[in-house]
């Protein structure tokens, strides 16, 4: 079964498993104490510290082991606000960060700080002018992600790292898609990564920072890992991340020029299979092993769960997969269709087999889906077509009140209008980009008795 969800987790690398199996017979004993048993496990772990630390391109003693990446964005965070706080409290982010930076902006913002998003374009990338621009005299600490995790894009980050070093602000780069993928960003202040997207064991974040950056661990000090990390360090599970990221950096200059061929061919290929496809991300400027695309009038869970059945492991960024049903804070960022969203990240070693079997499946998939929710082609003009139309979508969610849009389009005249009454956090994101994508003009929001009325003009 084709696992092509490695943006989420990779699959353990055979040098990670190797390590790990090895590094569990003499790396069990605390590293802090000085019997042999200690000492071979001390060894373990400045051995995976120094090749974890040319691997990121930084010294042995910036680089820190922590829990998990997560845990790496939230102590890189809080230790440089912390240690700029006589600078200012306030944080410049981009709007398409990974949640653990927006979650550690908002406990910021909570504690009396101030955030700034930084917007970005439809193909999910930051300017490096305006992201300069939001940089401040009392900005303590800029942070901007390598690549976006959803839709692949790259990030300018040696332009903005310019921008900060000039206005003498460090930056923070979350680099936990890309360190596995090609050459790590240049211009970084702290970067912070996660063992599990790059093949390593699950539960080994690290956290790089630079001699010179003022750093304030927040909270109860630990004499472990420089203060930064608290807790017994999984020796293990260190050694197996570090092995794997060697591993897999050696590995990618011939591994992503091939899995870059793979996703070309699904970017070019999905379009022509499936109608009413918007891929999103940039073309060029992305991770090379990873591709999204959104399909009109699909139900993003129901399409993963026929994917699965199918054989395909994939995953979304539709409203309709998670808990809060409402769309990702990615694609809402880029002002892009949220419905029926696919992310496909293929994992080192996928067969072009498997990928030409996917295009093979997904429209099938679509069309089953499209035709369970009842989207069928827009309606032929009426003789006495009305001057508006009120489409009644409330308590229902995606894709359902872009599919009766679909509907009663063809029932107003070129000019009049459509009414969607919708109280779905979607509809805002979807009405939109199906205006965009079917060449009708969306009017506006406006405000009703309950949810929101959408209004689209019919132009041909």
Known sequence: MPYFDTASAAPLHPVARQALLAA?????????????????????????????????????????????????????????????????????????????????????????????????????????????????????????????????????????????????????????????????????????????????????????????????????????????????????????????????????????????????????????????VEVVGDPVRRLPHLVTFSCLYVDGETLLHELDRAGFSVSSGSSCTSSTLTPSHVLRAMGVLSEGNVRVSLPDGTAEADVERFLEVLPAVVAEVRQRLGAAAPAAPSPAPAASLVVDALGRRCPIPVIELAKVIGKVPVGGTVTVLADDEAARLDIPAWCAMREQEYVGEEPADRGSAFVVRRLF
């Open 24 to 276: 569990l017979d003499e790396g069990w004993a605390d590293p802090a104490r000085l019997y042999r048993e200690g000492r071979r496990a001390r060894l373990l772990l400045d051995a995976a510290r120094e090749a974890a630390a040319e691997a990121v391109g930084c010294r042995p003693d910036e680089l820190t082991f922590t829990p998990s990446g997560t845990s790496a964005v939230h102590s890189g965070i809080s230790g440089a606000l912390e240690g700029r706080r006589r600078v200012g409290r306030h944080l410049v982010v981009s709007a398409v960060e990974h949640s653990s930076v927006l979650h550690s902006a908002a406990a910021h913002e909570a504690r009396g700080g101030s955030v700034l998003e930084v917007p970005v374009d439809r193909s999910g990338a930051v300017d490096a002018g305006t992201y300069a621009g939001a940089l401040r005299e009392d900005t303590a600490l800029a942070c901007l992600q390598s690549a976006n995790h959803e839709v692949g894009t790259e990030q300018p980050v040696a332009a903005v790292a310019e921008a900060c070093r000039a206005a003498g602000v460090p930056l923070l780069v979350d680099a936990a898609q890309s360190l596995g993928r090609g050459p790590v960003p240049e211009g970084w202040s702290l970067l912070t990564g996660s063992a599990h997207k790059w093949g390593g064991p699950s539960g080994v974040g690290l956290l790089a920072v630079r001699k010179g950056v003022r750093f304030a661990v927040r909270g109860p000090a630990d004499e472990r890992e420089s203060g930064r990390s608290a807790g017994f360090e999984n020796i293990p599970a260190i050694v197996a991340a570090a092995a794997s990221l060697r591993a897999v950096r050696a590995e990618a200059g011939s591994e992503s020029a091939r899995l870059r061929a793979l996703v070309d061919r699904i970017r070019a290929a999905v379009p022509e299979l499936v109608p009413d």
